[in-house]
């Protein structure tokens, strides 16, 4: 809560704003909210997050020859799209 605001006073509040100034606000919170996401991917990708071990499988996938290269796995991918619009 903001001072004495009230989460409805700054919902009255958006309410009274022009098309352009809602759009701003809009633009501005989306970009908190961005933000705000960013900070838990880096929270959960870090040395203990919740994420960490997914990071760790994929790097052990990468030392043992498991992954594919960007381009071989798109040519794959097309491969199989195509393959099955000509099975339909």
């Known amino acids: 809560m903001v001072g004495d605001m009230t989460v409805e006073a700054i919902k009255d509040a958006i309410v009274h704003l022009s098309e352009p100034e809602r ?26 997050g919740r994420g960490a071990y997914l990071l760790d499988e994929a790097k052990a996938d990468i030392a043992a020859g498991r992954t594919k290269s960007m381009k071989e796995f798109l040519a794959e991918a097309k491969s199989n799209l195509e393959q099955s619009k000509t099975c339909k």
Request: glycine fraction near 4%.
């Open 23 to 48: 759009q701003e606000l809009a633009d501005w919170f989306e970009e908190l909210e961005e933000e705000a996401w960013d900070r838990q991917i880096e929270r959960d990708f870090a040395h203990g």
